[in-house]
Each structure stands twice: as C-alpha cells, then as structure tokens.
C-alpha cells in the first residue's frame, strides 16, 4: 500500500466517524458517529486483549507516563496526553480523547461513564457482525487472570464468557499462571470444536514438540486466511517457573517466518499474527519477518487508534494494540482481490457501558457467575478521597497505596510493588471494596513478603527491571512497567546504558548504604516455594483500620534525560 492509498484510507476512517463532532464535548455525551462503521472488504477481524477477566464496566485511566527511548522515543505507542491527540487526529474533549489519554479524567469519566463490561462488549461484536459475514473474534490474551471471580474460579468464569461472546482464536499470557495442568484442560475440554487456542512460540523442554497449534487456516468469504499465534515470548521470567516447568518460551523470530511461509505454501492469502509481544515487540518482528499482514498485539496495554505501517523485505505489516479491560474492540477489515490485500480499513472502538446496550444473555451469565461471591466482592473496606488507577511507567496512586499499607502492616524501611499494568481506577469520593482491591492483586501467586537486603541488591533489582523497561532493542524488553518503590527515593536515567540507569538513592533523605541491610516489604514473589499472607489480606487489614484514605502522593523517580519526551504528559 502506498502513502496516497494510505491517506485516502484514513480520509475514509474519518468520513466514517473516526472524528467526533465538536458539539460532542464534556458535558453532552453522546456516541455520535463513534459505532458506525460500514463493511469494508470481504475479510474481518475484531480483536480485544488484555481484558484482565474485567466481567463488568469499570473506570481505567490511561497513562500519564509512557516513555520511549532510543528509535521508539516520540512514536507511537510512546505518546500520551496532548501529543497522542495530536498524532491520531483526535479532538480535544471527546469521548475519544477520554478514551485514549488520561487528560481530564476525573471529570471525563464522570461524564462519560464507565468503559467495558462483556455485556456491552457483546452487544458491540455482535453489531460489527452483522455487517461482516465470517467476521473472526480473536482474544489476544491475559483474559483468564485479572480479578477475584477469575481466581476463585480458576479462569472458568472467563472461559464461559469468552465461548458465548463467540471467540474463534486466542493466544496467552497470564492464562498460564494457573498452571500447565489446568490450561490443558480448558483447551481439551471447554474450547474443543469451538476456540481455536494458537501459539507459534510454546514447546516442550525436553524434545522441543509444539505444545499447541502455532496457528489455524480458515476460509472466509472464499479467501483462505491464516491466525498464528504468539504467546508471551518471557512468561517463565515474568512469572514464576514452576507453574510451567516443561514449556519454553521465547520470541522464535525464525520460526514465525517458517510458519508464515508454511501458512503461505498452504493457500494462505492473508496472514495476521495474533499477539502477546507488546507492541515494541512487534514493531521490531514486523520489520524483520516477511508475509505478514497485520499483527493484532497485546500485553503493553496501548491503545493505539491507528495501526503502524512498517516495511520489511516482503512488503509492509500494520502492527496495532488494542489496550486493556475490555474497554476497546479493533475491527480490521481487508479488501482482497485476485489473492492480494489491495486496501484495509482499522478501527479501534471504544466501548461506553452508556452508548451501548447490555446484551442480556451476557448479563445474564455475569450475574450468575457472580451470584455466590456477591458479599464478599461487596464487603466496604475503606473510602478514597483522591483518584485511585495504576497506569504509568514508574507510579500510580493505586499502587502507592499497596506499598503504603505493606510499610505500615509490615514495618518495613522500603517496599516493592510489582509493575503489573492491569488493575481498574477508582474515582474521589468512592468506596473500595473487596473487589477492587482484588482488581490490583488476584494473582496465583500473591504472597506478601519482609526480606532484609542491602543497599546494593537494590540497587541491582531496580537497574534488572529498568533494563526490561528501557532497552533500547525490543526483543529484550520484558513489557511491565517499573517496579514501584514506597520509602526511598531515587532518580532514573532512562536513556542510559545497562546498569547505569539508576542513582541518587536515599532514604529518609539520606543515601543508601551499598552494605547496609534494609528490611523491604513486597509481593508476588516468582521464586518457587516463597509464602506469606494474600496480599489482599494484609491490605484489607489495613484499609479497614484507616476508613477514610487520603488521596496519595506519588513517590517517583527524578527523571535525566526526559525533558520534552511526548511520551510524559505535563
């Protein structure tokens, strides 16, 4: 496709309803032209990820903080704020603009409701459906995972719904933190004849079979189509070893091109790669293999309203991300003729709880999965004050608030909060329940611990995950934020070498002493055999005892180096 294509397609987008009118400000919500969007082509994907097992429409605030470095710095999808507008043609005060960045939240989240919900989601596929016979639904992933109903059921709430939203193929990620045992199960059994389950990059240890199928060719509309899958090239690393002890991972570069062209050699005529790098990730894999003609990605949580057209040595790949909690759909939809892509057609769709009606089977099942857990998910732990959210690279205020209680409960000098993406937002004025503190913590593996270490461990541990966040090659980063840090401060160079990111560390106003011990509270420990109470009990202790919680003061790393970076919204 060349740019003249490329321009006319997006004059089309925009003619569409891409832009809403600017009578469509705060204060007169309204969907405008935000769901129409006419069939265009004769081969459709809609595609979410990243939903966190978010069953019910929530408040999520997108980053105020989502820095790039090196070649990725000023591009998407490091912009936020103002510049993100700018870049995607999105004006000011917008359902829109509320949906992408995180400017005026407060007041545009009250205004526009809440995002997401699968009844809602549902009743949005089931329209961008009618108008695309064949259409495939394609889950990218951390769907199983993300909430108290997905734990307590070991994903099966999740499972249930994503069968009668009518997901064709899905990849994985945080899926595999329920164990190798129990996702076999669910392939084998719930998503046998019904979901496709693909990923290119999983194999056994010991002879290197596949585990699952790497992808699944499909015929729609008289056009063969291929879906390879790619799970999360580092879960072993990210998460704990052991929940997965006979599977490797990785990014497998070459035999994605081996399956793109066994795919090809099989009458394939498009190819999309279903994803779980993150999308730095798949920039890179999209300039580096050939045949591909779209890679729909997850895991970093962008919402990204336009795809990234890259070159390679066999033509160009659209790389696009389709953010978090079930708050968007992405509908790409391709013109093929004579066995080639000759146009497309993306969009990424908001889903406002408000402009669109619960699908009320979904409804139906939600309230029933949710039936037996309603007290305890309802229990009033605590009122907030401020904002409560978690987005951004280095802090948010609900996490401060996990490393707030974690320093008080355990006596600690300093504490460590995972830099998880997933989590929803609370607004001032609201209670938190039961379910929200879930929201940021039900994992698997959530043990709250109190080690002693000293000053230079920490000091490692802080450069170890800054690396996985700012290495300027994206096969090497790991797709979390920064780990979030309660009782010293520190500054953080982001553009700087390996192991050199890091300095200005102190405590109480005074440096840290590289042989000094400290105690340090934290959770979600991957090591096997590390235990400790639920860190949702230990917050919930706390909560309880302080009622009211004011609303927090971020304690966060002074930036070298990010002076005028679009990815730090002012």
């Known amino acids: 496709m060349n740019r003249r294509e490329f321009a006319q397609l997006m004059g089309i987008a925009a003619a569409g309803g891409m832009l809403l009118g600017a009578k469509a400000a705060l204060g007169a919500p309204a969907p405008g032209h935000l769901y129409d969007l006419a069939r ?9 990820t990243d939903c966190h097992a978010q069953l019910n429409p929530v408040y999520f605030r997108e980053p105020g903080v989502n820095l790039g470095v090196g ?7 490091h912009l936020v704020g103002e510049a993100l507008l700018k870049q995607a043609n999105i004006r000011p005060n917008t359902a829109q603009a509320h949906a992408f960045t995180a400017l005026n939240f407060e007041q545009a989240a ?87 389950f693909v990923a290119q990059n999983v194999n056994t240890t010991d002879f290197g079979d596949p585990v699952f199928a790497p992808y699944v060719i499909k015929e729609m509309n008289g056009v063969p189509v291929a879906i390879i899958g790619q799970a999360f090239p580092y879960t072993p690393i990210a998460n704990p070893r052991y929940l997965t002890p006979d599977w490797s991972f990785g990014i497998q570069e070459e035999n994605m091109q081996k399956m793109v062209d066994e795919a090809r050699a099989k009458g394939a005529k498009v190819v999309v790669v279903l994803s779980h790098n993150g999308m730095d990730v798949d920039l890179k894999m999209a300039s580096r293999v050939r045949g591909i003609d779209a890679i729909l990605g997850g895991h970093t949580h962008d919402g990204v309203p336009q795809p990234v057209i890259v070159a390679n040595g066999g033509g160009k790949t659209l790389v696009t991300n389709a953010g978090s909690n079930g708050k968007f759909l992405g509908v790409l939809d391709f013109d093929v003729r004579g066995g080639q892509v000759r146009n497309f057609q993306y969009r990424l769709l908001p889903v406002f709880s408000n402009f669109l009606p619960a699908d009320k089977d979904m409804a139906a099942l939600i309230g029933k999965i949710r039936a037996p857990y309603e007290a305890k998910l309802n229990e009033k732990l605590a009122r907030t004050e401020g904002t409560l959210y978690r987005r951004g690279n280095f802090n948010g205020t609900f996490d401060q608030l996990l490393i707030d209680a974690l320093m008080d409960v355990k006596g600690a000098d300093i504490a460590f909060s995972p ?21 940021q913590t039900a994992t698997t593996y959530s043990y709250s611990t109190l080690t002693d270490m000293s000053g230079s461990t920490i000091k490692t541990i802080l450069e170890d995950v800054a690396d996985n966040l700012f290495n300027p090659d994206p096969y090497y980063q790991q797709g979390g934020d920064m780990v979030r840090v309660g009782g010293m401060t520190y500054a953080i160079e982001p553009g700087a070498a390996m192991g050199a990111r890091i300095s200005d560390m102190r ?16 959770w979600a420990p991957v090591a096997e055999g590390a235990k400790g109470e639920p860190v949702w009990d230990v917050v919930a202790q706390w909560l309880r005892q302080q009622k009211t919680v004011r609303a927090r003061t971020l304690n966060t790393p002074r930036l070298i180096g990010m002076q005028g970076n679009p990815g730090l919204m002012g």
């Not at 596929?125 to 769907?143: E, K, S």
């Open 110 to 196: 009250r205004t526009y409701g809440k995002v997401g919900g699968f009844a809602h989601l549902a009743t949005l596929v089931r329209q961008m459906r009618a108008g695309r016979p064949g259409a495939l639904l394609l889950d990218g992933g951390d769907t199983w995972q993300g909430s108290a109903t997905a734990l307590w059921t070991r994903g099966q709430d999740m499972v249930d719904c994503g069968l009668l939203l009518g997901v064709d193929v899905m990849t994985a990620h945080w899926e595999m933190t329920l164990g190798d045992k129990r996702v076999q199960e669910i392939v084998g059994k719930d998503f046998k004849g019904k979901v496709d």
């Open 507 to 522: 405590l109480h106003g005074k440096p840290l002493d590289a042989g000094k011990t400290y105690k340090v509270a934290g």
């Open 40 to 48: 265009f082509g004769n081969v459709h994907f809609l595609h979410f």
């Open 71 to 77: 070649q990725a710095a000023g591009k998407m999808p």
């Open 419 to 439: 830099g998880f993406r997933w989590g929803t937002s609370l607004l001032p004025d609201s209670p938190i329940l039961m379910e929200h503190l879930m929201d």
